[in-house]
């Protein structure tokens, strides 16, 4: 069964969003680069427009849990979310994943 994963980020302010948005592009770039996984970049039409969601389709919930534990250990992956953190509203951050 595969597994969706799903984080969506909402930046503090546009002039935030648009700092942002080089880092969003390196997220998705490190992530295929280290783990091999394509992430979506999708951004809201309707609501907030300084919300960002990454979407993944992965093979299973233990890639997820493999994949989670290596980027996670990755110091070129801290430093990426050290840049995005102050750029973000860490209360409406939200993480899912759906089964497909």
């Known amino acids: 069964m595969a597994t969706i994963f799903t984080r969506e980020v909402t930046f503090r302010s546009m002039a935030d969003a648009a700092r ?35 979407v993944a389709q992965l093979d299973s919930l233990d890639k997820w849990r493999v994949d989670s534990a290596t980027v996670a250990q990755d110091p070129a992956f801290q430093k990426l ?6 750029l973000v509203d860490a209360s409406r951050t939200c993480d899912e994943l759906w089964a497909v």
Do not use: N
């Open 81 to 86: 979310l050290g840049e995005m953190a102050p």
């Open 20 to 54: 942002g948005a080089s880092l969003v592009a390196q997220v998705v770039k490190y992530y295929k680069e280290a783990v091999g996984v394509d992430i979506q970049v999708q951004r809201a039409i309707s609501g907030s427009p300084l919300r960002v969601r990454y």
